[in-house]
């Protein structure tokens, strides 16, 4: 029987199969094909530089015990690189590394044809430079479920962010999607269950990132023609978690990509976690394939948190930082804020350094000017629905007149304030206010936004307006 690439490879897979774990061998080998065999030097294809990376830095010892029982001690390792032009050009090319000298596996110098000038994206969490594939998991230990009490705006999240703990990618919860309000906690959960699964599964890649991120990451990799680099970093994750999704809103590029990425951990029994500020179905311009797919698993939302829950969040938070603190004051604060547990939290912090600082005793009757500090900055949440209904109040006409084609004057320059007051009283993208506000497009938003800038310090009745209109908005 001839000796060839493939009878050479098939042999060090046998004995490589042998000595790792067999998701390892999955995920890290399989994909590997042989290429060809020259004199004592075989080549082999990997799916990117990040795949070719990952290998030398973790299996570079078997590689070259297996190599060398098949080809002597003068075996040679060459990687070919198999990497997709994402800039259109859907023609393959390859990059030959030589195996390095680490290896022990003699090199082979061979000329490295590149289209692709800066294929240098691994791990986008190390410093550039620095040969470091471990991967940090950029969760905050603070956050736990110890510290995340429970009640009944919350129980259905936190119920199950405990089941994917005890069991990641192994529940029907997959993907789980926390969303509500802001400070209401999703951020919290949502390290609190990669914390666990940590605690729990040391041996399991967990990553936490902010959709921003994600997002800023993917445009750099295909700025440097890294794409495929990036994708298949996030898909060797075990546990994959992105913070506010909603971000993806608009960015159709980065929502394709994730969307490749979702598929490929889910298929593999991987767990993916979201938060976002609103459910699924609220969610503006992110295509229905990627809805759909966040609709698989379970969408829990945080409401918020009853009385007693509140009294229970001060409590805790009281006892964390080792204050007392009289139950009328406690109740007080509890009563009076109500809708954000940061707010809450954070009025506890200024009542306790209030106190401290000026040696004062804590009272009701501090209580009560912290909270009304508190209450009275705290910046009402608006929905571009409400926005809407105020200017169509305020002009006499109704919503479907102002999302009319109509170009009479007073009615475009109402519809140029709802996207201003939009675009400033939201977190939403210009993409999804324009889809919102008679299916415009963002750069209609962008010029309405510069149009009532520039009309507010011009016009003085077009000042009113926006004066009028920011008092009802913000009562």
């Known amino acids: 029987m001839s000796v060839t690439a493939q009878t050479v490879w098939d042999n060090c897979l046998k004995f490589i199969k042998d000595n790792i774990q067999p998701q390892a061998y999955k995920t890290w080998f399989e994909p590997i094909l042989a290429v060809k065999l020259t004199d004592n030097a075989l080549s082999i294809q990997v799916p990117s530089k990040f795949f070719y990376e990952w290998l030398e830095e973790h299996y570079v010892k078997i590689l070259k015990v297996s190599l060398t029982k098949e080809l002597g001690e003068k075996a ?20 030959k590394i030589p195996s390095s000298n680490r290896s022990g596996l003699k ?7 590149l289209n692709n000038k800066s294929p240098e994206l691994r791990n986008p969490f190390v410093i550039p430079g620095i040969r470091n594939v471990k991967i940090e998991s950029q969760l905050n230990p603070n956050y736990s479920f110890e510290n995340f009490l429970e009640g009944d705006s919350n129980r259905l999240a936190r119920s199950a962010g405990l089941a994917v703990a005890a069991k990641p990618g192994g529940t029907s919860f997959n993907p789980l999607l926390i969303f509500g309000g ?22 399991k890649t967990v990553l936490y990132i902010s959709a921003e991120k994600f997002t800023q990451q993917y445009i750099d990799s295909v700025k440097k023609n890294n794409r495929n680099d990036f994708i298949h970093f996030y898909q060797i994750i075990d546990v994959l978690i992105i913070d506010d999704v909603q971000f993806l809103t608009g960015k159709t590029g980065t ?25 699924p179905v609220d969610m503006q311009d992110i295509e229905q394939r990627l809805l759909s797919r966040f609709k698989w698993g379970l969408s829990a939302e945080l409401q918020h948190p009853d009385f007693e829950t509140r009294v229970s969040i001060v409590k805790n938070k009281l006892y964390r930082d080792g204050v007392e603190m009289p139950e009328d004051i406690i109740d007080y604060v509890a009563k009076n804020i109500k809708t954000n547990v940061r707010e809450l939290e954070g009025a506890i912090i200024s009542l306790i350094a209030q106190s401290s600082f000026n040696k004062k005793e804590i009272t009701l009757d501090l209580a009560r000017t912290i909270v009304e500090k508190f209450v009275k900055n705290t910046k009402r949440e608006v929905s571009i629905d409400y926005i809407q209904k105020v200017v169509s109040d305020y002009f006499q006409m109704d919503i479907d007149t102002l999302q009319s084609k109509t170009r009479k004057r007073h009615i475009v320059q109402a519809r140029q304030l709802a996207m201003f007051f939009a675009k400033k009283l939201t977190k939403a993208s210009l993409a999804s206010i324009g889809s919102q506000i008679g299916k415009r497009d963002h750069a209609t938003v962008l010029h309405a936004c510069k149009t009532v800038d520039n009309l507010s310090s011009t016009d003085k009745q077009f000042k009113k307006y926006v004066e009028d209109i920011t008092k009802k908005l913000s009562v």
Do not use: R
């Open 255 to 279: 929502q394709d990509v994730f969307f490749h990425i979702f598929n490929h951990l889910h298929q593999n029994g991987k767990q993916v976690i979201l938060t976002s500020d609103k459910a």
């Open 76 to 95: 040679k390792l060459v990687y070919i690189i198999k990497m997709e032009n994402t800039y259109g050009n859907k023609q393959p090319f390859t990059e």
């Open 107 to 113: 090199s082979q110098n061979v000329d490295i044809p």
């Open 182 to 203: 802001v400070g209401l906690g999703k951020t919290h959960l949502a390290h609190a269950i990669g914390v666990d699964i940590k605690d729990k599964y040391p041996e």
